[in-house]
């Protein structure tokens, strides 16, 4: 698999740097709607890690970059590529070139391919996601200590004003 080199940016071709806090790096994504299936897949309890742009394969004699690859706990792992149901319309050939790609992949690697679109994403309130998004990186062990103080104390603790 040949790795892929982030392209310059262009104002049609937004490349977009998100921080994962499930995987302690940057990762680069090509669209925003790519941005938000990363903000879902760092609340997936699922998921263990995944990786964007993961490099391009050669299916079928034609290069092709899958959006994502997904690992899971369970030990599953997935391809996810994530299209605007527009751009899928406006493709004549979108499904026939994702089922090759589809059926490329399982042969070659025995991982499935995904097809995300901007209607998966409505199950979520993506903007409540990215206000808790910043929430990630706290470090909430003390609240453990907290377990056994009386709740009258919590009340005087959050009104203490030295």
Same mark, same amino acid.
């Given at each position: 698999? +040949? &790795?892929?080199?982030? &392209?310059?940016?262009?104002?049609?071709? &937004?490349?977009?740097?998100?921080?994962?806090? @499930?995987?302690?790096?940057?990762?680069?994504?090509? %669209?925003?709607?790519?941005?938000? $299936? =990363?903000? #879902?897949?760092?609340?997936?309890?699922?998921?263990?890690?995944? #990786?964007?742009? &993961? *490099?391009?394969?050669?299916?079928?004699? @034609?290069?092709? #970059?899958?959006?994502?690859?997904?690992?899971? $706990?369970?030990?599953? =792992?997935?391809? $996810?590529?994530?299209? $605007?149901? *527009?751009?899928?319309?406006? %493709?004549?050939?979108? @499904?026939? %070139?994702?089922? /090759?790609?589809?059926? *490329?992949?399982?042969?070659?690697? +025995?991982? +499935? /391919?995904?097809?995300? %679109?901007?209607?998966?994403?409505?199950?979520?309130?993506?903007?409540?996601?990215?206000? /808790?998004?910043?929430?990630?990186?706290?470090?909430?062990?003390?609240?453990?200590?907290? +377990?056994?103080?009386?709740?009258?104390?919590?009340? @005087? /603790?959050?009104?203490?004003?030295?």
């Amino acid at each position: 698999m +040949k &790795p892929r080199l982030i &392209p310059s940016r262009h104002r049609s071709n &937004p490349i977009i740097n998100f921080f994962s806090h @499930k995987n302690g790096c940057h990762m680069w994504c090509e %669209t925003y709607l790519e941005e938000k $299936h =990363a903000l #879902t897949l760092e609340f997936d309890n699922s998921v263990r890690s995944y #990786t964007s742009q &993961p *490099g391009s394969l050669l299916i079928n004699g @034609k290069r092709y #970059t899958p959006d994502f690859l997904v690992d899971y $706990h369970s030990g599953k =792992a997935e391809w $996810h590529e994530v299209k $605007h149901s *527009g751009v899928i319309k406006r %493709t004549p050939d979108f @499904k026939k %070139t994702f089922r /090759l790609n589809r059926i *490329g992949l399982l042969e070659a690697f +025995k991982i +499935k /391919l995904k097809l995300f %679109t901007e209607e998966h994403l409505e199950n979520f309130n993506i903007g409540v996601l990215k206000e /808790l998004y910043r929430f990630k990186a706290v470090d909430v062990c003390w609240f453990e200590q907290l +377990k056994g103080v009386p709740v009258n104390l919590h009340r @005087k /603790l959050i009104h203490f004003n030295p």
